[in-house]
């Protein structure tokens, strides 16, 4: 999924993301949204940050897998400027194939602070 975030790819969108996938921190986001935006905003360029995957947790429940791990972003033109969510989604297995059904983010608190 980074990867093709990163890649500014609307294919990996349409194969990975359920079509009923939900985002309950923002109920307007829909796939069909986050399609459009990408082939929009980006037209195949890079988007202006780099993302990363920290302190993942996979937990497998029959169908069901939960991910949580922090998404890092990096502004490209000023690498000091960083941002971090936590991130919370689920994928259900249908078929044989794994899709993502509930992606949730929300700041990220630093456990030392």
Request: proline letters at 7%.
């Amino acid at each position: 999924m980074l990867k093709g975030e990163m890649n500014s790819d609307p294919a990996v969108v349409e194969r990975i993301y359920s079509d009923d996938c939900i985002n309950p921190s923002d109920p307007d986001w829909t796939k069909a949204k986050l399609v459009e935006g990408i082939k929009n905003d980006y037209r195949g360029q890079a988007p202006p940050y780099i993302a990363s995957a920290e302190d993942m947790h996979v937990y497998m429940l029959g169908d069901t897998a939960v991910v949580m791990y922090v998404k890092k972003y990096v502004v490209r033109e000023d690498p000091n400027h960083v941002d971090r969510q936590d991130q919370t989604e689920v994928f259900l297995r249908s078929d044989g194939t794994w899709k993502l059904k509930i992606s949730r983010s929300s700041p990220h608190k630093n456990p030392e602070s």
